[in-house]
């Protein structure tokens, strides 16, 4: 919070003088760092909002892009780019296939894990009920933990 608060110009050290875009600075700081809070809740709501698994779809919808980039097409992008000396025609081919194969993958990728998304949140983004199935409890019937062989703990 403090690297942003000096980045907008507000002093931490000041609580009165100079003035901030016409108010103390401490009723500044009180402002942006309420605003940072709420849109924390938000983000928190979002999340626990949702019907089926949010979270997972929100990080197969970052992986779909940053992970395939680096891993499919960026390495024969920066290769081509970069390479000191030029390449045949074999590996240009080569680099242009694997670079195709992936902007394909990423954008399969990208709307297969949107709609996930899409249709975790259930009838709307506030809508739904954060519902956990079981409490974790490997001494009980229900836990699927207790259903996969952890042996009892004998006193």
């Given amino acids: 919070m403090l690297a942003f608060e000096l980045a907008v110009g507000l002093d931490p050290s000041a609580c009165a003088a100079p003035g901030w875009r016409g108010m103390p600075p401490w009723l500044g700081r009180l402002a942006f760092r309420s605003l940072f809070l709420a849109s ?73 894990s949107l709609s996930e998304l899409l249709g975790s949140s259930g009838g709307g983004l506030f809508d739904g009920e954060c519902q956990l199935s079981y409490a974790y409890s490997p001494t009980s019937p229900q836990d699927p933990c207790n259903i996969s062989g952890i042996p009892a703990i004998v006193s």
Wanted: net charge positive; aromatic share 10%; glycine share 8%.
């Fill in 40 to 112: 924390q809740i938000f983000c928190a709501q979002m999340l626990l909002s949702g019907e089926g698994d949010t979270l997972l779809s929100l990080q197969a919808l970052t992986a779909s892009i940053g992970m395939v980039a680096f891993t499919y097409f960026l390495p024969y992008m920066l290769h081509a780019i970069l390479s000191p000396t030029p390449l045949s025609t074999r590996r240009k081919v080569w680099a242009a296939l694997n670079v195709s194969f992936g902007v394909v993958m990423m954008i399969a990728g990208f709307g297969s």
